[in-house]
């Protein structure tokens, strides 16, 4: 498989993720369009969300304007960052994004998000420690001290350790059906 297949094929994973829901039948299609559209400010058909999530035949490259609209519904700025963002290998893996925290600088700010809806905003201290500094929609809160050793789109986030006002509260598993929909890291 080519890399931008495997891109192609790995934006359609995230639309059902980011979508929150099955897309089971072509009439999904509709009200997807209309999400996308409504979330990002330009218009796309349904017969391009069909042909995209191959509900219609399609034999050619999805247009460039569709793949950007397409990344930014699910939080990327254009296709190029998508495309950046997937670039890292993983070794026995599919080429997915992959984080390493350890390889991260002190005071790095990460955004995550996962579905449905979810957004993490983190600051790195050392090692594998992380500071919940926003928190949209999920079970962690700002505030929170959290160990996590590696982010992998299309994988749950796994907190092996979760420090909540100085109580350990344990482990914890975000995103367990789609896993990270994107990751943004600020050094």
Same mark, same amino acid.
């Given at each position: 498989?080519? +890399?931008?297949?495997?891109?192609?094929?790995?934006?359609?994973?995230?639309?059902?993720?980011?979508?929150?829901? /099955?897309? /089971?039948?072509?009439?999904?299609? +509709?009200?997807?369009?209309?999400?996308?559209?409504?979330?990002?400010?330009?218009?796309? /058909?349904?017969?391009?969300?069909?042909?995209?999530?191959?509900?219609?035949?399609?034999?050619?490259?999805?247009?460039?304007?569709?793949?950007?609209?397409?990344?930014?519904?699910?939080?990327?700025?254009?296709?190029?960052?998508?495309?950046?963002?997937?670039?890292?290998?993983?070794?026995?893996? +599919?080429?997915?994004?992959?984080?390493?925290?350890?390889?991260?600088? +002190?005071?790095?700010?990460?955004?995550?998000?996962?579905?449905?809806?979810?957004?993490?905003?983190?600051?790195?201290?050392?090692?594998?420690?992380?500071?919940?500094?926003?928190?949209?929609?999920?079970?962690?809160?700002?505030?929170?001290?959290?160990? !996590?050793?590696?982010?992998?789109?299309?994988?749950?986030?796994?907190?092996?350790?979760?420090?909540?006002?100085?109580?350990?509260?344990? /482990?914890?598993?975000?995103?367990? !059906?789609?896993?990270?929909?994107?990751?943004?890291?600020?050094?």
């Amino acid at each position: 498989m080519n +890399e931008q297949n495997y891109l192609v094929e790995a934006l359609i994973r995230a639309l059902r993720d980011r979508w929150g829901r /099955s897309i /089971s039948a072509p009439s999904d299609c +509709e009200m997807l369009a209309k999400d996308i559209t409504k979330r990002t400010s330009q218009y796309i /058909s349904v017969n391009t969300v069909k042909r995209l999530l191959g509900f219609l035949p399609y034999d050619k490259s999805h247009r460039l304007s569709t793949l950007h609209v397409i990344a930014q519904y699910l939080g990327y700025a254009s296709w190029d960052d998508l495309t950046s963002a997937l670039s890292g290998k993983n070794s026995g893996f +599919e080429d997915i994004p992959t984080l390493d925290a350890a390889a991260l600088s +002190e005071g790095a700010e990460l955004v995550i998000s996962y579905a449905p809806d979810r957004l993490l905003r983190l600051v790195h201290h050392s090692g594998n420690t992380f500071t919940v500094t926003a928190s949209e929609r999920s079970k962690l809160k700002t505030g929170d001290n959290i160990v !996590v050793a590696q982010f992998t789109v299309g994988y749950p986030l796994f907190a092996t350790g979760v420090i909540r006002d100085g109580n350990d509260l344990g /482990s914890f598993t975000a995103g367990k !059906v789609g896993g990270i929909l994107s990751i943004k890291l600020r050094s």
